[in-house]
């Protein structure tokens, strides 16, 4: 069963390191309905994400929903997983992932680094996640980047010393504002053609059959 942190805040017994947020709190305006609840495989985008942290080591997942809240916690309700309400959702992706790394600050123990992912990128899997993830645990870089096509950007990994960093993030400037601006200070791990926003039903349909029916 989820934890609605913000309402009711849980303290944590966990042992892992790494706390995952997963960014779900998005309108889907271009898709007309909730992209989070759309199919994918045996479950929707929203619960493959989940799963797919569930799959890594040393993470707790967290995820930040904000637009059609009733709606999409009825789908997370049947993970245990911490959800954080974003009530101001409208302000942007930088507003989630500052309140989201507010709320993972006053855990105990505290995190020594925080993974952020987007629920639109089914393609960036365990696998990739993982990767990412033994990156940052070799070599404690500050921030660990997923690049493709000559960008850098989530999933990625950005240790404790960037967290003030990400609690200042407003509006619509997200992760790759952060890391556009320490690009000393980032380790890459390489994402291929995984790399894959949905953002349209033209994008969904493409991707889910190309993914499920090839």
């Known amino acids: ?29 271009r898709m007309e309905v909730p992209k989070q609840l759309l199919p994918w495989g045996q479950t929707t985008l929203i619960g493959h994400a989940i799963q ?25 309700n ?23 790394v507010e709320k993972i600050s006053g855990y105990d123990p505290l995190y020594e680094a925080v993974l952020i992912s987007l629920v639109d990128q089914p393609l960036l899997d365990a696998s990739h996640l993982s990767l990412i993830i033994d990156k940052y645990c070799d070599t404690k870089a500050p921030i660990v980047v997923s690049g ?20 200042s993030l407003q509006d619509d400037y997200g992760a790759r504002y952060i890391i556009k601006n320490n690009l000393p200070n980032i380790v890459a791990v390489n994402a291929g053609d995984k790399a894959k926003d949905i953002d349209t039903k033209k994008e969904y349909e493409e991707l889910i059959n190309k993914e499920f029916q090839e």
Do not use: Y
């Not at 990625?156 to 990400?166: G, H, Q, R």
């Open 52 to 76: 797919q942290s569930f799959s890594c080591k040393r993470v707790d997942t967290f995820v930040v929903l904000g637009a059609n809240f009733d709606l999409i916690s009825e789908e997370v």
């Open 148 to 167: 493709f096509e000559g960008k850098n950007g989530v999933p990625a990994i950005f240790s404790k010393v960037m967290f003030d960093e990400l609690r």
């Open 1 to 29: 069963m989820m934890m609605l942190i913000g309402r009711v805040f849980m303290s944590n017994q966990s042992t892992n390191t790494i706390a995952h947020l997963i960014l779900a709190a998005g309108s889907s305006s």
């Open 78 to 100: 049947s993970f245990s997983v911490s959800v954080i309400h974003n009530t101001d959702w409208q302000k942007g992706m930088g507003g989630s992932i500052s309140l989201g």
